[in-house]
């Protein structure tokens, strides 16, 4: 935001004689109703400006990108071998802004305006825009990122008793699908393990206490909180609003193809974390494409994430 004098108008018998005020004078009570009504690149800017006016915005939210039926954004990362990240709005405006985070990690899942993220070793969650972050126990002989498909899902906001989180992936040797459980407060992971499902992941969702893991064969395996139990399901299309089901859907090839004309960007071998748009009648899902070749997973690739752009914080002393 520049800072550069506001000049006023005063009732004077010279016509040009004016006053100047900084932007830092602003009446101090003005300041937080500002900031509440501003976008979220706005809100950063105008967080930047002092520290007066960061302490000042420390409730804000910048709720209003969150809208019902608004396209994710999508930030590229893990270029360069540094924290320089590409972030593209939903009207296909870029930034280039500086994540010191994202340096080396790999995101698990995208909901809500939380990533899910794994770098060096630890898990957490973590708001790319106010960069609160909520740091998770790591599974006990968790499979490398390099030569492992992982996809996870989120019950609820990290900052939620009951939040649970399920991540499913496969070993570089069997067909065997591994899923790794945490619930809000607890300090381990609990194991669960599917044989032989040799078809790769692509949708991920939460809906009413069961996690769905989607392929691109209509075939879904579910994982339920209550009874920690898997199962296989086949999806199955309604035809009519007055069918039950759940409610989600899959992202159109015409709105996929939209998305990413949209980014504008040269993405090549780009893996990329999907997530759940929410919508008024049936959130939509967007798949993970993961390009990373296994032989190559000590290289550092480009990687992209889908999300909607929120601005959460949290308090210090917040812990999983």
Same mark, same amino acid.
């Given at each position: 935001?520049?800072?550069? #004098?506001?000049?006023?108008?005063? +009732? ?17 009570e003005?300041l #937080? %109703? ?12 105008f967080?930047g ?16 990108e969150?809208?019902?039926n +608004?396209?994710?954004?999508?930030l ?20 280039i ?19 899910? @993220? ?8 973590? /708001?790319?825009?106010?960069r ?6 790591? #599974?006990t ?38 899923l ?22 692509? /949708? ?11 392929d691109?064969?209509?075939?879904? @395996? ?31 090839? @015409? ?10 960007l040269?993405l090549?071998?780009? %893996? ?6 929410s919508?008024l009648?049936? !959130? ?22 889908w ?7 949290? !308090? ?5």
């Amino acid at each position: 935001m520049d800072s550069s #004098p506001v000049v006023h108008s005063q +009732r004077s018998s010279t016509r040009d004689q004016v006053t100047t005020r900084e932007w830092n004078d602003l009446p101090s009570e003005l300041l #937080p %109703s500002i900031a509440d009504r501003l976008g979220i690149i706005e809100l950063l800017r105008f967080r930047g400006v002092c520290k007066d006016w960061n302490f000042a915005s420390s409730t804000a939210s910048a709720e209003i990108e969150a809208l019902p039926n +608004r396209d994710p954004w999508f930030l590229l990362y893990g270029e360069n071998n540094n924290s320089q990240c590409t972030l593209v709005t939903e009207s296909g405006k870029q930034y280039i802004i500086t994540i010191p985070e994202m340096d080396g990690a790999t995101c698990l899942a995208s909901s809500q305006g939380w990533l899910l @993220v794994y770098r060096e070793g630890l898990i957490f969650f973590f /708001c790319p825009f106010s960069r609160a972050r909520i740091d998770l126990p790591v #599974p006990t002989k968790f499979p490398p990122m390099g030569i492992s498909d992982h996809v996870a899902v989120f019950s609820t906001p990290p900052t939620s008793q009951d939040c649970v989180v399920c991540i499913i992936c496969r070993t570089n040797k069997t067909d065997d699908l591994e899923l790794y459980v945490i619930h809000r407060g607890a300090t381990s992971w609990t194991k669960h393990k599917l044989n032989s499902f040799p078809n790769k992941i692509e /949708c991920a969702a939460y809906h009413n206490g069961v996690f769905y893991y989607f392929d691109n064969t209509d075939l879904m @395996v579910c994982f339920s909180i209550k009874d920690r139990s898997i199962s296989l399901g086949k999806v199955r299309y309604v035809k009519s609003s007055n069918e039950r089901c759940i409610p989600l859907r899959f992202i159109s090839n @015409v709105e996929k193809e939209d998305m990413k004309k949209r980014l504008d960007l040269e993405l090549g071998d780009v %893996s990329t974390c999907g997530t759940t748009v929410s919508c008024l009648n049936a !959130d939509k899902m967007v798949p993970y494409e993961n390009r990373a070749n296994a032989k190559g997973g000590g290289t550092r690739r480009s990687k992209g994430v889908w999300f909607q752009p929120r601005f959460h914080q949290i !308090d210090k002393m917040l812990s999983w």
